[in-house]
T-cell receptor
Framework: DVKVTQSSRYLVKRTGEKVFLECVQD?????MFWYRQDPGLGLRLIYF???????EKGDIPEGYSVSREKKERFSLILESASTNQTSMYLC?????????????FGPGTRLTVL | DAKTTQPNSMESNEEEPVHLPCNHS???????IHWYRQLPSQGPEYVIH???SNVNNRMASLAIAEDRKSSTLILHRATLRDAAVYYC?????????????????FGKGTLLTVNP
């Protein structure tokens, strides 16, 4: 079974702190993704990566950066956390086969910024 | 970006079939239709995908209109564990210096409530 793990299920940080969210997948997938999910807004894509050291902005990249130094690991960084970044953060990896996608999601990290 | 339209919510009774509709009138000829669902307090999970022909798997069936402008996810016998948000998604093309890559854009989906 594919496994996508995230470093924490719950995280509480203070405004202005630097926050690292880690995601690891064990299936040698090329593509990895970071989403945030807020009530009434659905899932919104922050960043994604289709290869080591490669990244693409998603729909809401402002206030975030990412790092992918190894194929299995994709990190989301909040350089200076703000209260409006309180959210559920979901990581995913995907297998690309032909024209269809199968994305596998981690359990999510609920981040609260005070 | 390819777009889909789904009802915000639907309701069903346990052990009855559920038909979840999706419109995707701007679909291109090579776009696969993907369905995911998100159970409460969990990340989304893959349900099914299809291109032109109807598809069946252990979770659901996917019926695709002949013109491909709409599709329907069918749960043959809804259970309480099927209560979730269901997303119908087409892939988006992302052009970059290396060529093209793809991503999935999740909309708000359909919230399915299953009554006992």
């Amino acid at each position: 079974d594919v496994k996508v793990t995230q470093s924490s299920r719950y995280l509480v940080k203070r405004t202005g702190e630097k926050v690292f969210l880690e995601c690891v997948q064990d299936m040698d997938h090329e593509n990895m993704f970071w989403y945030r999910q807020d009530p009434g807004l659905g899932l919104r894509l922050i960043y994604f990566s289709y290869d080591v050291k490669m990244k693409e902005k998603g729909d809401i990249p402002e206030g975030y950066s990412v790092s992918r130094e190894k194929k299995e690991r994709f990190s989301l960084i909040l350089e200076s956390a703000s209260t409006n970044q309180t959210s559920m953060y979901l990581c995913a990896s995907s297998l690309v086969s032909g024209g269809y996608y199968t994305q596998y999601f981690g359990p999510g990290t609920r981040l609260t910024v005070l | 970006d390819a777009k889909t339209t789904q009802p915000n919510s639907m309701e069903s009774n346990e052990e009855e079939p559920v038909h979840l509709p999706c419109n995707h009138s701007t679909i291109s000829g090579t776009d696969y239709i993907h369905w995911y669902r998100q159970l409460p307090s969990q990340g989304p999970e893959y349900v099914i995908h299809g291109l032109t022909s109807n598809v069946n798997n252990r979770m659901a069936s996917l019926a695709i209109a002949e013109d491909r402008k709409s599709s329907t996810l069918i749960l043959h016998r809804a259970t309480l564990r099927d209560a979730a948000v269901y997303y119908c998604i087409l892939r988006d093309v992302v052009k970059n210096s290396g060529g093209s890559n793809y991503k999935l854009t999740f909309g708000k989906g359909t919230l399915l409530t299953v009554n006992p």
